[in-house]
């Protein structure tokens, strides 16, 4: 199928995506009980530290957005379109099942804002020293923690959610349909640099967001999408191509931080 693929364009208010979209739908798109509850677009706890004041105090006007539908600070931290997908998760798995991957998220983050200034100069990053032995699974929740953002944007969106996503949340070693990678962006890195020179403490780690989204089809049939997600320089990409059949950033104890080209 790869090689007749066709890129439509980016996600949001796009026209030409409107032939692949699904019925929307009320139902959880992970396990299909009854959708209750809308996730975060960025996790709650990155949003709360990247608000934090000086004084310690969290303020959402401290947070500024800008996307394709939004130029300005936050209203609020907790509610809204502009922080969360739409409502198309159930209780259970939005907040028990999907713990142990927000526990990874919230780690990694936690060594990514610590190393800030050490981290653009690896060639190589090795997951043992970032989560200890029981890397492998760790890292592996580090991809379903992204995977359940790509699900949710896909259910947002009224795309189809891949099933290999699916069976990958639900405990399955490996998503093969799915490319999870790690890369750094060198005029991220640039501004980061700055940044500290020019006096402000955090340089670039409190700058998060959402990278553009495009999708593609394959003769008429929805047949994959790029997720992008950055903390400062650093970028998690999450790129689903129907029938590949690819290896991830977990299934290796050592990785490349490639970095990217100008494109």
Not at 51 to 77: C, M, W
Request: hydrophobic share 35%; glycine share 6%.
């Amino acid at each position: 199928m790869s090689d007749t693929r066709r890129k439509i364009g980016t996600l949001d208010l796009n026209p030409a995506l409107e032939h692949l979209r699904v019925p929307e739908s009320d139902l959880c798109w992970w396990c299909g009980d009854i959708a209750t509850t809308a996730e975060h677009r960025i996790k709650a706890s990155t949003l709360r530290r990247v608000a934090r004041t000086d004084d310690g105090t969290i303020a959402p006007d401290n947070v500024f957005k800008k996307s394709s539908d939004y130029e300005a600070t936050l209203q609020s931290l907790k509610k809204g379109a502009q922080i969360r997908w739409r409502k198309n998760l159930c209780a259970n798995c939005n907040n028990n099942k999907s713990q142990p991957f927000d526990r990874s998220y919230d780690h990694f983050e936690a060594c990514l804002v610590e190393h800030i200034d050490e981290i653009f100069g690896w060639e190589r990053l090795d997951w043992q020293t970032v989560y200890g032995s029981d890397w492998q699974e760790r890292a592996r929740n580090l991809a379903r923690y992204f995977g359940k953002q790509l699900g949710c944007m896909l259910a947002t969106q009224q795309l189809r959610v891949p099933d290999e996503l699916i069976e990958f949340l639900n405990g399955s070693e490996r998503c093969p349909s799915v490319l999870f990678m790690l890369q750094i962006n060198p005029r991220a890195v640039e501004a980061h640099e700055k940044m500290r020179s020019d006096g402000f403490e955090t340089g670039l780690s409190d700058f998060v967001g959402l990278l553009e989204a495009t999708a593609y089809e394959t003769r008429g049939v929805f047949s994959g999408i790029d997720y992008g997600y950055h903390i400062g320089y650093l970028w998690f990409i999450a790129q689903w191509r129907a029938d590949a059949d690819v290896t991830s950033w977990f299934d290796y104890q050592e990785i490349d931080l490639p970095r990217l080209s100008n494109e």
